[in-house]
């Protein structure tokens, strides 16, 4: 439903399944058996003899709409995504990622593929957007100058907290091919005359005289020794005085279900080092970095915001 776009062909109201087949194209006969299982689960319903209108559930699979999940549905369904998590058990009995033995590196794939890539940033901004709100609304922007969002992707996060601050400044830093066209989305945003774009890798350096730098969901994509490095340069690039923001969600000490746990996993399926950790972890991490673990603000949302303060 997601990836042919239904949601999106049925916001102006209910359609047959023939109109909806040729709107989306797809085959008539195989898309009626599909809408048919999806009334059954209430993401459409029937609006007359073979006509579909969207409910309000499947109104979530629609683009335009705020907190969208369809470009996270089209990402978790995208082949190699998909095939990652179909050979967990492969994962689980050698302990190396199944999906990084097929298709390479992750960010290696998407820089070969633009299509999956802006499918990805799609992903990640759509998946910001529930920690994003907290973060404007929990932190205390008010005495930052200049933040630098490292491996920020499209900038959407960057952008958000631009705008509730009007007196910050923001540089964006992503690989090249990710940041290729953000400094036209910041514009858009009217937010040009304060922000700024640098390609690069975090590997080799990060932008220098920032007050506060923001790695939002970047850590877990590494293993350690890899984090370490990041963190390094990130701490080589703050102001002494500066600090850096881990927006992560941190493995909780307990046997509740939690969003972290699940997303262990797919950072297991996916990533070979990558994994969520307890706040323990993180602060082992920092320290190996020359950072001290400081205030955690809880974002709701299941993340969490690690304040990291040079020693
Ligand atoms: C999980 S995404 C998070 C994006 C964004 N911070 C957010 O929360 O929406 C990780 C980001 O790391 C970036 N990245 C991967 N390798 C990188 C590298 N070597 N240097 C800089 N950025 C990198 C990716 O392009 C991607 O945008």
């Known amino acids: 439903m997601a990836e042919l776009g239904v949601a999106?062909?049925?916001?102006?109201?209910?359609?047959?399944?023939?109109?909806?087949?040729?709107?989306?194209?797809?085959?008539?006969?195989?898309?009626?058996?599909?809408?048919?299982?999806?009334?059954?689960?209430g993401v459409v319903r029937p609006a007359g003899a073979d006509r579909y209108a969207l409910t309000e559930e499947g109104s979530a699979l629609r683009s335009d709409v705020s907190g969208s999940i369809r470009s996270s549905m089209r990402m978790l369904g995208e082949?190699?995504?998909?095939?990652?998590?179909?050979?967990?058990?492969?994962?689980?009995?050698?302990?190396?990622?199944?999906?990084?033995?097929?298709?390479?590196?992750?960010?290696?794939?998407?820089?070969?593929?633009p299509d999956i890539s802006l499918l990805f940033d799609d992903y990640m901004t759509a998946r910001a957007d529930a920690f994003t709100r907290g973060l404007v609304t929990r932190y205390e922007f008010t005495d930052v100058g200049t933040m630098v969002d490292v491996a920020g992707g499209k900038g959407s996060i960057l952008a958000t907290i631009l705008r509730a601050n009007p007196g910050m400044r923001g540089i964006l830093?992503?690989?090249?091919?990710?940041?290729?066209?953000?400094?036209?989305?910041?514009?858009?945003?009217?937010l040009a005359d304060r922000s700024e774009v640098v390609a690069g890798s975090f590997f080799d350096s990060v932008p220098s005289?920032?007050?506060?730098?923001?790695?939002a969901s970047v850590l877990h994509n590494w293993g350690d020794d890899d984090a370490v490095r990041i963190l390094r340069n990130v701490r080589r690039a703050m102001k002494p005085d500066g600090r850096a923001l881990i927006l992560e969600v941190v493995l909780p000490d307990d046997a509740e279900p939690h969003l972290s746990k699940d997303?262990?996993?797919?950072?297991?399926?996916?990533?070979?080092?990558?994994?969520?950790?307890?706040?323990?972890?993180?602060?082992?991490?920092?320290?190996?970095?020359?950072l001290e673990l400081g205030e955690v603000v809880e974002l709701g949302a299941g993340a969490s915001l690690l304040q990291a303060e040079p020693i």
Not at 24 to 41: M, N
Not at 80 to 97: L, Q
Not at 279 to 287: C, D, G, S, T
């Open 209 to 215: 005289g920032g007050d506060v730098y923001l790695l």
């Open 8 to 41: 999106d062909q049925l916001t102006h109201g209910p359609l047959n399944a023939e109109e909806l087949a040729a709107r989306c194209g797809a085959h008539a006969p195989s898309l009626r058996r599909v809408l048919r299982e999806l009334a059954g689960i």
């Open 79 to 113: 082949e190699s995504f998909w095939y990652a998590m179909g050979k967990m058990p492969d994962t689980v009995r050698e302990g190396n990622s199944a999906f990084v033995a097929r298709y390479g590196e992750l960010y290696e794939r998407l820089a070969r593929h």
């Open 263 to 290: 997303l262990d996993l797919r950072m297991l399926a996916i990533f070979n080092g990558g994994s969520e950790r307890s706040r323990q972890e993180y602060a082992k991490l920092f320290a190996l970095a020359d």
């Open 173 to 190: 830093f992503d690989l090249d091919h990710v940041v290729a066209h953000a400094g036209e989305l910041l514009a858009a945003e009217g």
